[in-house]
T-cell receptor
Framework: DAGVTQSPTHLIKTRGQQVTLRCSPKSGHDTVSWYQQALGQGPQFIFQYYEEEERQRGNFPDRFSGHQFPNYSSELNVNALLLGDSALYLC?????????????FGQGTRLTVV | AQTVTQSQPEMSVQEAETVTLSCTYDTSESDYYLFWYKQPPSRQMILVIRQEAYKQQNATENRFSVNFQKAAKSFSLKISDSQLGDAAMYFCAFGGSQGNLIFGKGTKLSVKP
């Protein structure tokens, strides 16, 4: 079992650009949550996808959007990048919507905006 | 809104000794979960231990145990027989009815040989 895999591991983008991050959940999991972890901080919840729909959303602007595919994999898109978007982006997968009882995390994507 | 507070930005422990990391939280919910996650330099969040709020018995996982005080909204992690591999960031997290995790700011644990 490969667990939760995220790609790419590192990414450098310029202000104003758009970025797409990808996540493949642990085998058998159907729910994907995305978190943003700024340097020296705890992860902050962005949104959660279940059955290909956004089910919960944290306090993030509409520049942050996502998608979940029929195979449960997910993408996080960020438009009009700001310097403040530089962070580690973590994906967590779980089963049947109970996102906090058996959440498994990937190793994250380190996004640097210059 | 739920909040999680970790008041110790950094802690240090001698190898083989015991250390306790503190966490307090605030919620109006009665049914929830509390977690301690470990984040080593590899960045991956690893679940250390989980506590269900309706269970009075404190959770234990090998060298890791918690002191869960529901009325005081306190959830501390005790690491016994500390090992060099325990050095990492430790995050306390709350999971409630919203279905997402709320994390504290973390405690950096150093283990001295």
């Amino acid at each position: 079992d490969a667990g939760v895999t995220q790609s790419p591991t590192h990414l450098i983008k310029t202000r104003g650009q758009q970025v797409t991050l990808r996540c493949s959940p642990k085998s058998g999991h159907d729910t994907v949550s995305w978190y943003q972890q700024a340097l020296g901080q705890g992860p902050q919840f962005i949104f959660q996808y279940y059955e290909e729909e956004e089910r919960q959303r944290g306090n993030f602007p509409d520049r942050f959007s996502g998608h979940q595919f029929p195979n449960y994999s997910s993408e996080l898109n960020v438009n009009a990048l700001l310097l403040g978007d530089s962070a580690l982006y973590l994906c967590a997968s779980s089963l049947s919507g109970r996102a906090w009882t058996e959440a498994f995390f990937g190793q994250g994507t380190r996004l640097t905006v210059v | 809104a739920q909040t999680v507070t970790q008041s110790q930005p950094e802690m240090s422990v001698q190898e083989a000794e015991t250390v306790t990391l503190s966490c307090t939280y605030d919620t109006s919910e009665s049914d929830y979960y509390l977690f301690w996650y470990k984040q080593p330099p590899s960045r991956q969040m690893i679940l250390v231990i989980r506590q269900e709020a309706y269970k009075q018995q404190n959770a234990t996982e090998n060298r890791f145990s918690v002191n869960f005080q529901k009325a005081a909204k306190s959830f501390s992690l005790k690491i016994s027989d500390s090992q060099l591999g325990d050095a990492a960031m430790y995050f306390c997290a709350f999971g409630g009815s919203q279905g997402n995790l709320i994390f504290g700011k973390g405690t950096k644990l150093s283990v001295k040989p």
